[in-house]
């Protein structure tokens, strides 16, 4: 499945963003759908992930109440809505798809998504 992610910019700190990541074929609800963030010089995190259906969502702990994941099958789009942005969460910011249901810890894991979009640039300004 080939991925575009867009919604990023620039923003000033407490301010709130949307992603966007369409992807491309008629069976996006086989697929699980992930957003991972990478930040100047870090390693590529894990941001949040939904299950192919929309029923399970998966946060990593600090970001949890802040960015909520949500998917619409029906235009083969999932979302990662960000609020009360911060300068730390300036990073390039990748949507990523696996097809199937993988086990609950498969969906923190960047190894386990077999396809990546492009990414989109958030910066946070203090």
């Known amino acids: 499945v080939q991925l575009q992610a867009s919604g990023g910019g620039l923003v000033q700190a407490g301010a709130s963003l949307r992603l966007s990541c369409v992807a491309s074929?008629?069976?996006?609800?086989?697929?699980?759908m992930g957003w991972f963030r990478q930040g100047p010089g870090k390693e590529r995190e894990f941001v949040a992930a939904?299950?192919?259906?929309?029923?399970?969502?998966y946060y990593v702990d600090y970001m949890k109440g802040r960015f909520t994941i949500s998917r619409d099958n029906a235009k083969n789009t999932v979302y990662l809505q960000m609020n009360s942005l911060k300068p730390e969460d300036t990073a390039v910011y990748y949507c990523?798809?696996?097809?199937?249901?993988?086990?609950?810890?498969?969906?923190?894991?960047?190894?386990?998504?077999?396809?990546w979009g492009q990414g989109t640039q958030v910066t946070v300004s203090s």
């Open positions: 990523a798809a696996r097809l199937g249901t993988p086990d609950s810890a498969s969906y923190y894991s960047k190894s386990k998504y077999g396809d």
């Open positions: 074929g008629r069976t996006f609800s086989r697929y699980a």
């Open positions: 939904i299950s192919g259906s929309g029923q399970s969502t």
